[in-house]
């Protein structure tokens, strides 16, 4: 039995972040201009700090600039809001991240809604969700772009393609269904109340999982032939590594889906990698925006 093509997300990630070092090259010399990213962590959640030192490592890695605040656990919902409204002003910076998840004290939807639209990198802003919905220019969420982006590598033509996103997070779910829509797809957007789930699975072309579940979609959820993203980054305990141990696996079960599908992205390896190179995409494209240049096709 032939296995599925494993979609190399990590590979396509370094020649993107290769390209869009390349364009700030250009645009700094062209246009005096350095594409600028700050990044806001509040607290000292592990995690996060890792997430937030490989952003910045990237962000210079792509000849951009990099502005990190790191504030102390403590931090007032009001102090944050006035960092926000001074980088909304600093010209230096171009992307505005917040890195979640906030402090529960702290209104995630009034912080996300401070930042200016055009600076708002992540896509989370009201006004960028309504353009995107509409077709019209928006900063877009990184991973489902990152998504699309590895589709659109692996399958010449998505017209027409029966899509089965499951998941309906405003990260990743709803913002996916939108860009396939906007790529011909017929798009149906499911979740945990959704009747006959793994029939619908199986009608799919194109199954993008997004539910945070270990290993949820099996391999008889999965139209033979189709391609799979696998958005999810799940950490199980792995005893057969020693006691305590723990390995990530996606929502899909990944061994399974290579004996029926097309193609199939890993975890990890697959769409991960391709989140920070869509974030300095985006930088990218709102510096240039901001200073009425032409950005670059990446």
């Given at each position: 039995?032939?296995?599925?093509?494993?979609?190399?997300?990590?590979?396509?990630?370094?020649?993107?972040?290769?390209?869009?070092?390349?364009?700030a090259t250009e645009i700094k010399a062209r246009h005096g201009l350095t594409p600028g990213l700050a990044v806001v962590?509040?607290?000292?959640?592990?995690?996060?700090?890792?997430?937030?030192?490989?952003?910045?490592?990237?962000?210079?890695?792509?000849?951009?600039?990099?502005?990190?605040?790191?504030?102390?656990?403590?931090?007032?919902?009001?102090?944050?809001?006035?960092?926000?409204?001074?980088?909304?002003?600093d010209i230096r910076v171009h992307g505005i991240l917040v890195q979640l998840p906030l402090p529960e004290r702290i209104?995630?939807?009034?912080?996300?809604?401070?930042?200016?639209?055009?600076?708002?990198?992540?896509?989370?802003?009201?006004?960028?969700?309504?353009?995107?919905?509409?077709?019209?220019?928006?900063?877009?969420?990184?991973?489902?772009?990152?998504?699309?982006?590895?589709?659109?590598?692996?399958?010449?033509?998505?017209?027409?393609?029966?899509?089965?996103?499951?998941?309906?997070?405003?990260?990743?779910?709803?913002?996916?269904?939108?860009?396939?829509?906007?790529?011909?797809?017929?798009?149906?957007?499911?979740?945990?109340?959704?009747?006959?789930?793994?029939?619908?699975?199986?009608?799919?072309?194109?199954?993008?999982?997004?539910?945070?579940?270990?290993?949820?979609?099996?391999?008889?959820?999965?139209?033979?032939?189709?391609?799979?993203?696998?958005?999810?980054?799940?950490?199980?305990?792995?005893?057969?590594?020693?006691?305590?141990?723990?390995?990530?696996?996606?929502?899909?079960?990944?061994?399974?889906?290579?004996?029926?599908?097309?193609?199939?992205?890993?975890?990890?390896?697959?769409?991960?990698?391709?989140?920070?190179?869509?974030?300095?995409r985006n930088t990218l494209v709102a510096a240039c925006r901001q200073h009425c240049v032409e950005a670059p096709d990446?």
């Amino acid at each position: 039995m032939t296995q599925a093509r494993i979609i190399d997300g990590k590979a396509f990630a370094a020649g993107l972040r290769q390209r869009i070092g390349k364009a700030a090259t250009e645009i700094k010399a062209r246009h005096g201009l350095t594409p600028g990213l700050a990044v806001v962590l509040v607290g000292e959640d592990p995690a996060s700090q890792v997430y937030v030192r490989n952003k910045a490592k990237q962000t210079v890695e792509a000849g951009m600039e990099s502005f990190e605040h790191r504030l102390p656990e403590d931090t007032s919902e009001q102090d944050l809001l006035s960092l926000i409204a001074r980088l909304n002003q600093d010209i230096r910076v171009h992307g505005i991240l917040v890195q979640l998840p906030l402090p529960e004290r702290i209104d995630e939807i009034k912080v996300l809604a401070a930042i200016d639209p055009e600076k708002d990198v992540d896509g989370f802003h009201l006004i960028n969700v309504g353009r995107l919905w509409t077709g019209t220019d928006a900063l877009v969420p990184c991973t489902p772009v990152g998504c699309t982006m590895l589709l659109k590598d692996t399958i010449d033509d998505l017209t027409g393609l029966r899509v089965l996103i499951l998941g309906r997070s405003n990260i990743v779910g709803k913002p996916m269904a939108a860009l396939l829509l906007a790529e011909n797809c017929t798009v149906t957007l499911a979740h945990s109340r959704t009747v006959d789930l793994a029939e619908r699975c199986r009608e799919a072309d194109i199954l993008v999982a997004a539910v945070g579940r270990p290993e949820m979609v099996r391999g008889d959820w999965i139209k033979p032939g189709a391609t799979v993203i696998d958005v999810g980054i799940n950490r199980i305990p792995a005893p057969e590594r020693g006691e305590g141990k723990t390995r990530l696996v996606g929502d899909v079960a990944f061994d399974e889906a290579m004996a029926v599908a097309g193609a199939v992205t890993p975890v990890p390896g697959g769409v991960g990698p391709m989140t920070i190179a869509c974030l300095l995409r985006n930088t990218l494209v709102a510096a240039c925006r901001q200073h009425c240049v032409e950005a670059p096709d990446l």
